[in-house]
């Protein structure tokens, strides 16, 4: 096993530690709402929790754009792993204790953690090879690990092995073993990366600045993040609480939805990607906003699952059309302080859109869709807009 690692070409074996890491990530993700849910946080405060979460993951990664470097890049992802895996067990052991603040606290520790060490993967990989299907792979990688790691909660939560009972808190601890992995996996990748010369964040933000397509996409990414979010940042409690569900059967439907919409982006990137990339995110983006729509007019719950259902299958297709075009064209010399600022703007959306999420959850699933639907007007026209300079350019 050793030695087929150590064949393996670069790009590929931080492949596999990210593989490691979503297994993790989706494991906890699946459940972190309802594990603050069963420490007595209410639906309202989580919503608050995981968007004041984003606000910090903003400020961090402002700071760590200052220190972030292609050379450094490996020894901050190690000791990122490091310090979340310490920090998840120490949400272990204060399971039910009551410590609200606390945990609260290592929660928002925990998202900056998360937030890093997803941010530096790929301008790592881009260094050694920059291409858009391979974008899209390491989405794909990210996306379907995540969903394998649902599938292990999915089985196991609520068995009953060895006398002991599977409970949020136990996924955590299995969420903490797969990090383990990612964090021996990482020690294990010689990099090879010699950095020409040293991020100059000035010159990096001068370069955004005036780069009217990159301004825009930042503008189009904020949009969408927050669209996404305000629909199904909340799926997990929407799920259980709105729709009934119990949480192994809510774990189910997500790890069903979720592995499909995989299949789907692999055959997308493979066969069924438009030339014409208006087509392309129409299909993406445009039959998603009509559902949403529908809903909202509905009001009926069927169509509200199935809308989400079409949000979640479409999710992981067509990157290499939306995102990949976009971080590509970004000179190798700019890719860090361009990724950590795409992802405080991606964050900035996701919190808003929880933020959003968490207001219209009093009022219903339709009008939570309905809300995002609004937004996705503009983002719409935002990707619209970006092909067109994009075909300019």
């Known amino acids: 096993m050793g030695e087929k690692f150590a ?19 989706g494991l906890w993700t699946n459940f972190k709402q309802l594990w603050l ?25 402002l700071i760590f754009s200052r220190k972030i470097s292609l ?23 204060l399971n039910h204790t009551g410590y609200k603040m606390v945990i609260e606290t290592l929660i928002i520790l925990d998202s900056i953690l998360e937030n890093l060490i997803i941010i530096s993967i790929y301008p790592l990989i881009v260094t050694i090879k920059k291409e858009n299907k391979l974008y899209s792979k390491r989405k794909l990688v990210e996306y379907l690990f995540r969903d394998v790691g649902i599938l292990v ?16 808190n136990i996924c955590l601890l299995i969420s903490i073993l797969f990090l383990v992995l990612a964090y021996i996996t990482i020690l294990n990748i010689k990099t090879r990366i010699v950095e020409k010369k040293p991020t100059n964040i000035k010159q990096s933000l001068k370069y955004m600045v005036k780069d009217k397509i990159t301004r825009n996409y930042f503008g189009f990414l904020l949009l969408a993040e927050m669209a996404m ?43 069924l990607t ?70 405080i703007i991606k964050t900035i959306g996701v919190s808003l859109g929880l933020y959003f999420a968490g207001i219209m959850y009093p009022f219903g699933i339709p009008y939570m869709l309905g809300l995002s639907a609004f937004f996705m007007v503009f983002q719409i026209i935002g990707c619209y807009y970006l092909v067109y300079l994009r075909n300019k350019e």
């Open 153 to 168: 909660g999915g089985v196991l939560i609520g068995k009953n092995i060895a006398g002991l009972t599977i409970h949020y």
């Open 229 to 271: 979010n305000t629909a199904l940042g909340l799926k997990m409690l929407m799920l259980t609480n709105l729709f009934g569900l119990s949480d192994g059967n809510a774990t189910n439907y997500l790890l069903i939805v979720g592995l499909i919409a995989d299949f789907i982006g692999m055959i997308a990137l493979k066969y």
């Open 7 to 25: 064949k393996l070409k670069e790009e590929n074996k931080i492949l596999v530690m990210l593989a490691f890491f979503s297994v993790s990530i």
């Open 37 to 61: 849910q069963d420490n007595s946080l209410d639906v309202a405060r989580i919503s608050q929790i995981l968007s004041i979460s984003g606000l910090f993951c903003v400020i961090a990664l």
């Open 274 to 343: 438009p030339k014409n990339d208006y087509l392309t995110l129409t299909i993406k983006f445009g039959i998603r906003f009509l559902w949403y729509a529908i809903a909202l007019l509905s009001n009926n719950m069927t169509v509200c699952l199935i809308a989400m259902s079409w949000s979640i299958l479409i999710s992981t297709a067509y990157e290499n059309v939306t995102d990949a075009p976009y971080v590509n064209r970004i000179p190798n010399e700019y890719q860090i302080v361009f990724t950590n600022y795409r992802y």
């Open 71 to 93: 050379k450094n890049i490996k020894k901050v992802i190690t000791v990122a792993i490091f310090l979340k895996a310490v920090n998840l067990i120490i949400l272990v052991i």
